[in-house]
């Protein structure tokens, strides 16, 4: 059984750091492309970042381009979102997603449908 377990999320401030991770088990993690996704109240679901199979090669919604960095562990299972100098509109439910490796590009990679297994969420709240 596939699981996917995020952490990390709490109150922030604007201007703050904060450093999201992602647990991953029941599947072949070095496998897979991963990525983060957010849902802010009464908004849809978007693409944040994805990291291929290798972790060689990451993309970023551009809201957070240059503020957020996607990275993983595949000897540990883990992948990490490091978000820096939040502002309010980061504020959401933080979603870990694991899709094929054969997810390489922008398009595919950054598209919900694309992913399999998701994990439950973790919220980060501006509390400015």
């Known amino acids: 059984q596939v699981q996917l377990v995020e952490s990390g999320g709490r109150l922030v401030q604007a201007g703050d750091s904060l450093r999201l991770s992602c647990a991953a088990s029941?599947?072949?993690?070095?496998?897979?492309?991963m990525a983060w996704f957010r849902q802010a109240p009464g908004k849809e679901r978007d693409f944040v970042a994805a990291i291929i199979w290798s972790g060689s090669i990451t993309y970023y919604a551009n809201p957070v381009k240059g503020r957020f960095t996607i990275s993983r562990d595949n000897a540990k299972n883990m992948v990490y979102l490091q978000m820096n100098v939040l502002k309010p509109e980061d504020t959401a439910v933080y979603y870990c997603?694991?899709?094929?490796?054969?997810?390489?590009?922008?398009?595919?990679?950054?598209?919900?449908?694309?992913?399999?297994?998701w994990g439950q969420g973790t919220q980060v709240t501006d509390s400015s």
């Open positions: 997603a694991a899709g094929s490796r054969l997810l390489l590009d922008l398009g595919s990679s950054s598209s919900g449908r694309n992913y399999a297994y």
């Open positions: 029941g599947l072949t993690f070095s496998s897979n492309t």
